[in-house]
């Protein structure tokens, strides 16, 4: 598994920031999307290659039948609720265990997870997401990740290309940190001015519904 860095919160102007598309689940929902093992906090991780070829992400398509109806069919970062008694990483390798079809593509990203921020506040309105980074440098482990499915809990499992990402529509909040990310980790893509991401921010690749 890879270190994990300090924790990097968001001060209070990016956390109101980090939640503007925060959605509006019923009392109901929450309390049917709540497993009593959860804790409050999440664990999530963006994963994409690093190998010369073109910059891509591993992400999911939620079901037709997630709790969040209006988040249904919309992209989403790989992970999930983080259990009473495991650690944030923990809870991440565990998700992606349970999510993956194959588990040799679960262990790659889970061995090249980095933490890479925690901001607060999850669907359940409390605790905090800890946000993970898996960059996948070997062409031939990048190829084992892509070909991996999902289970259908999870969703499907989808590859966007950098080019493609402001034409997605993301559900929560994974479209901003998604933005977020491109801005801090790859600026000289988020700057080209052929892939011109710039023109959507902050708007369309914050869509959440």
Not at 149 to 163: C, F, M, N, P
């Amino acid at each position: 598994m890879g270190e994990e860095a300090s924790e990097d919160t968001c001060d209070s102007a990016e956390a109101e920031a980090c939640h503007s598309g925060e959605s509006e689940l019923s009392l109901e929902e929450i309390a049917d999307a709540k497993d009593p093992d959860d804790t409050l906090d999440a664990a999530i991780v963006i994963i994409r290659n690093d190998n010369g070829e073109e910059t891509e992400f591993y992400m999911e398509i939620t079901p037709e039948d997630y709790f969040a109806k209006e988040h249904a069919g919309k992209i989403k970062l790989v992970g999930g609720m983080i259990k009473k008694g495991e650690s944030p990483l923990e809870g991440l390798a565990r998700e992606l265990e349970e999510e993956m079809t194959d588990k040799e593509a679960a262990e790659i990203i889970t061995r090249n997870a980095v933490f890479y921020k925690k901001i607060p506040g999850t669907i359940f309105k409390k605790g905090s997401v800890f946000i993970y980074e898996a960059v996948i440098k070997n062409h031939a482990e990048w190829n084992t990740i892509k070909k991996s499915d999902l289970t259908h809990d999870a969703g499907s499992k989808t590859i966007v290309s950098i080019k493609d990402m402001p034409n997605q529509l993301y559900a929560f909040d994974m479209g901003k940190v998604l933005n977020r990310y491109i801005k801090e980790r790859l600026p000289q893509l988020h700057n080209n001015p052929i892939i011109k991401l710039k023109e959507y921010f902050p708007k369309t690749m914050y869509v959440a519904a």
